[in-house]
């Protein structure tokens, strides 16, 4: 049956099946691309937007560790990354790519626009769940004579993990679904820097060859895969607000 399907691929869309499962062009090969592309920068995305998420609570005007320089230096650059389109992106921060990862092409070279393109969302996240803080806990805890450390540790950072993750965890889901998305939708883009995936695949071996066919089908499976993820993340976020009810 198998070899009976793709007799038929072969025969009726030979531009498809040219390209392969495996090698350079292959389909294969472009979605574990894309996979790549979406897992690791949702990863570091995260951890950048909680770190600056913080820094931006705690130098706020009024925060613990008050510092106009910080405040201003960190929330300048989260609106400032928000506010560049992502090809534009890929190339200002070419040097900086080069410098981390040792190059400027490839699917690993474009985790760091990538990363840099998604984190400023999660940090206004982290940013906008602390200062809903109730300020009586900050106060109680320096009233104890907690120390600065002590407050970001046993405090801000207690309310991260069990308010903002238990009290809003379904609203996370959903954020971090749309994130998600978005990202797949990036890495179409990404292809400026040779990271390949189906958008590279859609695009060059595609359109540029005049080949409808593989246009088609990679971008039936880019709408598959943000359909999962839809899918999942909706799934996640309902069971997560019924369990919280």
């Known amino acids: 049956m198998i070899n009976g399907l793709v007799h038929w691929i072969a025969q009726n869309f030979p531009n498809i099946y040219n390209l392969g499962w495996t ?5 294969g090969t ?12 949702s990863i570091f995305g995260g951890v ?30 989260i609106s400032i990354l928000r506010a560049i389109p992502f090809i534009i992106l890929l190339a200002f921060i070419s040097p900086l790519t ?7 092409i490839g699917d690993t070279a474009a985790l760091v626009p990538l990363t840099l393109g998604i984190f400023p969302f999660y940090a206004r996240q982290v940013q906008v769940a602390l200062e809903s803080l109730d300020p009586g806990k900050v106060e109680a805890a320096q009233s104890l004579g907690a120390s600065n450390w002590d407050i970001i540790f ?16 379904s609203e996370i889901i959903r954020v971090s679904t749309v994130s998600i998305i978005s990202l797949i939708g990036l890495t179409a883009m990404a292809g400026a820097v040779g990271a390949g995936g189906l958008g590279t695949t859609a695009i060059q071996y595609g359109y540029r060859d005049f080949a409808n066919d593989v246009t088609f089908l990679a971008t039936v499976l880019v709408v598959i895969m943000i359909f999962i ?3 999942v993340g909706d799934f996640l976020a309902k069971k997560l607000n019924h369990q919280h009810r």
């Open 23 to 27: 090698g350079d062009t292959g389909w």
């Open 30 to 41: 472009s979605i574990l691309q894309i996979i790549y592309m979406t897992f690791w920068p």
């Open 48 to 77: 950048l937007g909680l770190f600056f998420g913080v820094i931006l609570v705690l130098t706020e005007p009024g925060g613990i560790l008050e510092n106009k320089f910080w405040f201003n230096f960190c929330d300048k650059l």
């Open 98 to 104: 080069r410098l981390i990862v040792g190059t400027e």
């Open 154 to 169: 046993d405090v801000y950072l207690d309310i991260i993990f069990d308010v903002y993750l238990k009290e809003t965890r």
């Open 229 to 231: 993820v839809q899918v």
